[in-house]
C-alpha cells in the first residue's frame, strides 16, 4: 500500500514538516513459499513500492528505505518501508491525500517512527542527502550540455573533412567494369550530399550546447541568490 504522510513536527526554533513514504505489504505463508527466498522478494517489493510512492521525489527514489518485519501467527509476514522526506512540494501534495481508515492507521504509524527517528536525527542530515541529489543533478545537466557541444564540434569537423574528399576517376575506367570505381564514386557523391549537412547540424548542435549551459548556469546562480 504506497502512502504518502505528511508530519509536522515542533522542535525549536521552528516547526519542521515532513513526509514519510511508505509501504507496506503483508505476504501469505503461501505467497512466500513461491519465492525461492520470499523474504527477500518481499523486501524488494517494498522497496520498489516506497519508490513508486512517488516518482518525482529524489528521497523516495535514492534513499534506501527503513524496514520493520512482522511475523504472523499464521506464517503470513508485514513488511513496511519508510523513507524520511523534508521536500515542500511532497508535503503539500501528501496534505491533498484524503486518509480512509486503514491509511489513517499507517498514517498513525509514520509519524511515530518519525518522533522516535527525530531522536537521532543530527541537525541538517535531511539537507546533506538534498544536496547530495542537486549536486549529482547539477553534474549530469552540465555534462548532457558539453556533450551536445562536443557532438556537435565532431560533426561539423566530418563535415569539413567530407566537403574535402573528391575523388578522381582513373582515365580508361569504366564504373560498370570497375567495382572499385563505383564504389568511390559513389563514396564521393554521399560526401557531397552530406557534408553541407553535417557542418549545418554540427554547428547548432555546438550552439544549442552552449545556450543549455548558459541557461542551467544562469539558473543554478539565482537559485543560489535566493
Known amino acids: 500500500m504506497p502512502l504518502n504522510v505528511p508530519v509536522t513536527l ?3 526554533p521552528v516547526d519542521r514538516a515532513f513526509t514519510v513514504h511508505t509501504d507496506r505489504q503483508r505476504w501469505s505463508a503461501e505467497q512466500l513459499a513461491a519465492e525461492s527466498d520470499g523474504r527477500r522478494a518481499l523486501e524488494a517489493a517494498v522497496r520498489e513500492g516506497v519508490r513508486k510512492a512517488t516518482s518525482t521525489c529524489a528521497y523516495a527514489q535514492l534513499t534506501e528505505p527503513d524496514l520493520t518485519v512482522a511475523q504472523h501467527p499464521d506464517g503470513s509476514v508485514t513488511m513496511t518501508g519508510r523513507v524520511l522526506c523534508d521536500e515542500k512540494d511532497c508535503h503539500i501534495a501528501a496534505q491533498r491525500h484524503h486518509f480512509d481508515d486503514a491509511d489513517s492507521i499507517e498514517a498513525k504509524a509514520a509519524a511515530d517512527w518519525v518522533a522516535q527517528k527525530e531522536l537521532d536525527l ?4 535531511l539537507d546533506v542527502v538534498q544536496q547530495r541529489v542537486s549536486t549529482d543533478f547539477d553534474r549530469r ?3 548532457a ?3 551536445f557541444c562536443l557532438i556537435g564540434v565532431l560533426c561539423a ?4 573533412a567530407m566537403s574535402q574528399y ?3 576517376k582513373p582515365e580508361g575506367t569504366s564504373p560498370g567494369t570497375h567495382i572499385q570505381v563505383w564504389l568511390w564514386q559513389n563514396v564521393d ?5 552530406l557534408a553541407f549537412p553535417a557542418v549545418v547540424a554540427g554547428t547548432l548542435l ?3 550546447g552552449l545556450v543549455r549551459l548558459a541557461v542551467h548556469n544562469a539558473t543554478a546562480d539565482t537559485e543560489e541568490s535566493t
Open 166 to 168: 573528391d575523388y578522381t
Open 10 to 12: 515542533t522542535l525549536p
Open 122 to 125: 543530527a541537525p541538517g542530515e
Open 189 to 193: 557523391s554521399l560526401c557531397n550530399h
Open 157 to 160: 569537423a566530418a563535415g569539413g
Open 145 to 147: 550540455s558539453l556533450s
Open 141 to 143: 545537466q552540465r555534462r
Open 206 to 208: 555546438f550552439m544549442f
